[in-house]
């Protein structure tokens, strides 16, 4: 059930009166469900949908509201429950009676039957809040990963909630306020965050794997879920076996549909694991041939050149799996102008600054997809859980002491106006965050030494890289009316990849040694053997140009916002150098030059869109 949700809770008087208010709520989030809108409003509380119809048009109907021993309760829910099936026989086991084939009437009633440990027993990505009227108190939950997003504020005793934060704005009196914290978080984390915070004073998420009750005593929150470290005693024969029923299992759940589904489809060792699979479901299933897509720009193969990150482009792998699966392929190409010009779209589809033109190439790609598919399938997470990234194996990241990721905090740090820059230590705010997030590390005496140090990156790049594309992944597709599933992020397949020791899951020496044995049989030997190359970038020189202007047009106007917030001069050299002086990734590995200046374009029209006001 794709879609937007959003409400509020007020115990203090009776808000039947604000209708209005929240419609124009859930309108902001006309894009993540364009299909089908509802809402319910009592003297307490008030729920809205939006809905983008996957499965059961008639039967999945939201907000759900349903009487059970003469108790009202009503749901909101964004998200997909992959072991419905299972949870609708304990149901019917258990008297229950089940009109649909919705999800959202197994999780409804699921949550009836089993109370708060109704997440305990979900596979899935979801967000929802269930109102359960004689308790007056709200339940809300977000899955394992943080899949689905769930925001929230309390505002004059009023609890405030959305899928995203721009509906929060259409309550009367939140403000949009960023303060010391919203400046760290932005430029010293970003365009990562720290689960549960966002840039916005006030303005919080529910973190991954946490469920909430809101009632007259306030707000609680509790943890249903983590990583726990136990001996990994399979054998390397025995862990490949589970490994590939893992992942079978994870895809074959995730191919369910009442509409078109598709993979998308880069000629990477993930996709082309996902393509595979769907490919020979679809064959076994006597289903037409999968669909693929991929994603490019105009001039790439004139103008690519290899680097360390991107040692060769896409074209040839794609069409090395297109012609071994028979799939019937779709080329997206995006040129220039459109991938600049939707930087503004991209950054509003976030509500704050992202990942520059990797945010907007791949909403122009999921806007392309959506035209003919509803569904679609990505090997997302797959570098996160089998150990994929540089940082992984370099000396230098894993010593660094910090976010590998993010070691430029000397170049931030000097990107921030210099009066605002005597306020705030982004170093200071980044180690405090890199230690608070180790110290949920727990150590564990079976782990050898490489097994030791590698558990504490991954658990980084699980909770805190992953996040940032999962969001970049959710905005993105939901802004585009598209359902993105990402069957490498299965909680069972994390939770068994997480105590296998590092000798096996890096086999051979590689990044991802162990998930390319498991499929060796599976893909042809080019593409299990391709090193990694990320997300593909726009290599054309008029790109450059392109955003250069915009930043430069930007810095023409004495009264840009961004001269508020950040170093005019630091800003001049970056352009002055085509981006050369700032001598290091911003973010990543991508974001250098153009994908700087791009980031920096739409920091100002974050900053003219939001205008929030700066509070020191």
């Known amino acids: 059930m794709m879609c937007g949700i959003t409400g509020f809770v007020d115990y203090k008087k009776d ?39 996957v499965i059961d048009p008639e039967g999945g109907k939201q907000p759900m509201v349903h009487m059970y021993e003469g108790n009202e309760y009503v749901i909101v829910y964004n998200g997909q429950i992959y072991n419905t099936k299972e949870l609708r026989t304990t149901l019917e086991e258990n008297g229950f009676e089940i009109n649909s084939h919705s999800d959202t009437e197994i999780l409804l009633k699921s949550y009836i039957h089993y109370g708060e440990d109704v997440v305990k027993h979900l596979n899935g990505i979801f967000a929802f809040a269930i109102w359960n009227s004689r308790k007056e108190e709200l339940f809300i939950a977000r899955d394992h990963f943080g899949i689905k997003p769930f925001f929230y504020c309390i505002h004059d005793g009023t609890f405030i909630f959305a899928s995203e934060i721009k509906a929060l704005f259409e309550y009367p009196g939140i403000e949009k306020i960023i303060d010391k914290q919203g400046i760290s978080e932005m430029f010293g984390i970003g365009p990562a965050h720290t689960p549960g915070t966002t840039v916005f004073k006030n303005i919080f998420e529910i973190k991954p794997a946490h469920f909430g009750i809101y009632n007259k005593s306030g707000l609680h929150f509790k943890r249903y879920w983590k990583l726990q470290n136990k001996p990994h005693t399979d054998s390397l024969g025995q862990t490949c076996e589970k490994v590939s029923y893992l992942l079978d299992d994870s895809i074959q759940k995730q191919l369910v549909s009442d509409k078109p589904l598709c993979v998308m489809l880069s000629g990477g060792l ?17 289903l037409p041939p999968l669909d693929t897509f991929s994603v490019d720009y105009v001039d790439n193969d004139k103008n690519f050149v290899k680097s360390e990150f991107q040692p060769n482009s896409d074209n040839y792998y794609i069409d090395l799996m297109v012609n071994k699966f028979k799939t019937n392929h779709h080329k997206v ?81 000097q990107m921030l106006k210099p009066e605002i820059s005597n306020q705030v230590d982004l170093k200071e705010y980044i180690d405090f965050r890199y230690n608070e997030s180790l110290s949920d590390i727990e150590p564990f005496e079976e782990d050898d030494e490489d097994t030791a140090e590698k558990r504490k990156i991954s658990h980084l790049t699980v909770n805190w890289f992953m996040q940032t594309l999962l969001d970049r992944a959710d905005r993105a597709s939901m802004y585009s009316g598209l359902e993105l599933r990402v069957p490498f992020c299965d909680y069972r397949l994390v939770e068994y990849m997480w105590n296998i020791p590092w000798n096996i899951k890096a086999l051979g020496g590689r990044e991802k040694g162990l998930l390319r044995y498991v499929v060796r049989e599976l893909l042809p030997d080019e593409i299990v053997d391709r090193k990694k190359s990320p997300y593909p970038k726009t290599h054309n020189p008029t790109y450059l ?42 973010f990543g590995q991508l974001m250098t030059g153009p994908q700087l200046m791009a980031y920096l374009v739409q920091v100002n029209q974050w900053l003219e869109h939001y205008q929030p006001k700066l509070e020191l």
């Open 333 to 413: 190409v995006i040129d220039t102008p459109e991938l600049a010009d939707s930087l503004e779209e991209a950054m509003i589809a976030r509500d704050c600054p992202g990942m520059a033109d990797v945010d907007s190439s791949f909403l122009l790609f999921c806007k392309n997809i959506k035209k003919e598919f509803t569904v679609s399938l990505t090997g997302e997470c797959s570098d996160e859980i089998f150990a994929g990234y540089p940082w992984f194996f370099r000396e230098d990241a894993l010593n660094s002491g910090t976010f590998p990721w993010s070691i430029a905090h000397r170049e931030r740090q």
């Open 15 to 53: 808000i039947t009166s604000q209708r209005n208010v929240l419609l124009a709520m859930n309108n902001t989030l006309a894009k993540r469900g364009p299909d089908e809108d509802g809402s319910v409003i009592k003297e307490h509380v008030a729920l809205a949908h939006k809905r983008l119809v």
């Open 545 to 586: 140009a392109k955003v250069k202007g915009m930043l430069m047009n930007i810095m023409n106007k004495p009264n840009a916002p961004i001269n508020d917030l950040l170093n005019r001069n630091y800003i001049l050299d970056i352009l002055n150098t085509d981006g050369k002086s700032f001598t290091r990734p911003w």
């Open 270 to 286: 993930d996709s082309s694991i996902i393509t595979a699979y769907a490919s020979n479901y679809c064959k076994n299933n006597g």
